[in-house]
């Protein structure tokens, strides 16, 4: 089993900037892949950013490149969603989750590991 917390929301203005973390505790060597997801009310969860933790490889969502940067810190088995320039329209409960298996990074099916959220809210 995987354990992942998160933690770092919070209600910033637009143009704002938070920082999320999520820690990683348990059998960690058992995923690859780490991935922010998010999901605002009634719209369904979509990826945000991946890293693939052996090689360091990351994707983002294209709503979100240049303002939003996915990191890992492997001493302390925990990865971060620094996101800047933040619009109103990255409200959403944000889920970190791991994955080991093959396939998209954007398709949370694939996901069998997940935090219990945190909420980012942005005002205009």
């Known amino acids: 089993q995987v354990q992942l917390v998160e933690s770092g929301g919070g209600s910033v203005q637009a143009g704002g900037s938070l920082r999320l973390s999520c820690a990683a505790s348990g059998y960690t060597y058992s995923t690859n892949c780490m991935g922010w997801f998010r999901q605002a009310p009634g719209k369904e969860r979509e990826g945000v950013a991946a890293?693939?933790?052996?090689?360091?490889?990351?994707y983002y969502a294209d709503s979100v490149k240049g303002r939003f940067t996915i990191s890992q810190d492997n001493a302390k088995n925990t990865v971060y969603l620094q996101m800047n320039s933040l619009k109103p329209e990255d409200t959403a409960m944000y889920y970190c989750?791991?994955?080991?298996?093959?396939?998209?990074?954007?398709?949370?099916?694939?996901?069998?590991?997940w935090g219990q959220g945190t909420q980012v809210t942005v005002s205009s």
């Open positions: 989750a791991a994955k080991k298996v093959g396939g998209s990074w954007r398709d949370p099916v694939l996901f069998g590991y």
């Open positions: 890293i693939y933790t052996g090689g360091g490889s990351t």
